[in-house]
């Protein structure tokens, strides 16, 4: 059974920085593309990045040079560098595996809140 498990949320205030961590764990086989989706209050969930196994990247054009995506295969882990945030990025954020063309694959992270507030 695959658990991800997620950590880095919290409060931060306009212009600050966070950074997002998820560690995966279980019967794991592939190294698979990962990637971090976000949900605030009323709307729908969305992709914010993904990392292919080879490293490849894609982002949403609202994070787009704000944000970075990367992992590390041998600790089976996936990181979301969050630079310059802002109010709008506030968002329950969820790590999840087996992404494949913007779709999600079938296991999530419990999410983590991120709130940037002044």
């Known amino acids: 059974q695959v658990q991800l498990v997620e950590s880095g949320g919290g409060l931060v205030q306009p212009g600050g920085s966070l950074r997002l961590s998820c560690a995966a764990s279980?019967?794991?086989?592939?190294?698979?593309?990962m990637g971090w989706y976000r949900q605030a209050p009323g709307k729908r969930r969305e992709l914010v990045a993904a990392?292919?196994?080879?490293?490849?990247?894609n982002y949403a054009d609202s994070v787009k040079g704000r944000f970075t995506i990367s992992r590390d295969n041998a600790k089976k882990t996936v990181s979301l560098q969050m630079n310059s945030l802002k109010p709008e990025d506030t968002a329950v954020y969820y790590c999840?595996?087996?992404?494949?063309?913007?779709?999600?694959?079938?296991?999530w992270g419990q999410g983590t809140q991120v709130t940037v507030s002044s």
């Open positions: 999840n595996l087996g992404v494949v063309g913007g779709q999600p694959g079938d296991y």
């Open positions: 279980g019967s794991i086989f592939r190294i698979y593309a």
């Open positions: 990392i292919t196994s080879g490293r490849s990247t």
